[in-house]
């Protein structure tokens, strides 16, 4: 688990200033991976003090801009923020419950990354969402049923 002095290297070494509501930010994103905007300001507001709805709005895009964070919106649902960067991981979805969990991507040669129709894009990343239902899902509807 980070510290506090581990926080600001973390944005001095990303290039921005070290300031209450990043180092809040950031916190509370590495405490609650895959947290939504609005719970990421309530946290910080519960745990931090106050920070205004644009300067939350603000610090998110800069971390992720800055590549601390990383922003993902599974289809239908709202931004979800995480500090689990660099990796190309993926996500499981639960359609039942909403949880999500983390996923590793391909290992060694990653076969999403390299596009079937030769667009000549340069892939860097590729976001892959599982869908399906939890295991405390299945097993609440497998013993009701």
Do not use: K
């Not at 603000?58 to 689990?84: K, N």
């Not at 979805?93 to 079937?116: K, W």
């Not at 894009?121 to 013993?143: F, H, K, L, M, Q």
Request: hydrophobic letters at 35%.
């Amino acid at each position: 688990m980070p510290t506090s002095s581990d926080y600001e290297r973390m944005v001095r070494g990303a290039g921005l200033r070290v300031t209450r509501p990043r180092l809040a930010v950031l916190s509370v994103v590495h405490d609650h991976p895959h947290a939504d905007t609005h719970s990421v300001l309530a946290l910080v507001r519960r745990d931090f003090g106050e920070v205004s709805h644009q300067a939350g709005y603000d610090v998110l895009r800069d971390l992720t801009d800055a590549g601390l964070i990383r922003r993902f919106q599974p289809s239908g649902s709202v931004a979800r923020y995480e500090a689990r960067v660099g990796d190309n991981h993926h996500h499981l979805v639960c359609r039942s419950c909403g949880a999500i969990a983390d996923v590793d991507g391909a290992v060694g040669d990653a076969p999403c990354l390299t596009p079937p129709d030769g667009s000549g894009y340069e892939i860097n990343d590729a976001e892959v969402i599982y869908w399906g239902r939890c295991p405390e899902c299945v097993a609440a509807s497998t013993s009701s049923g």
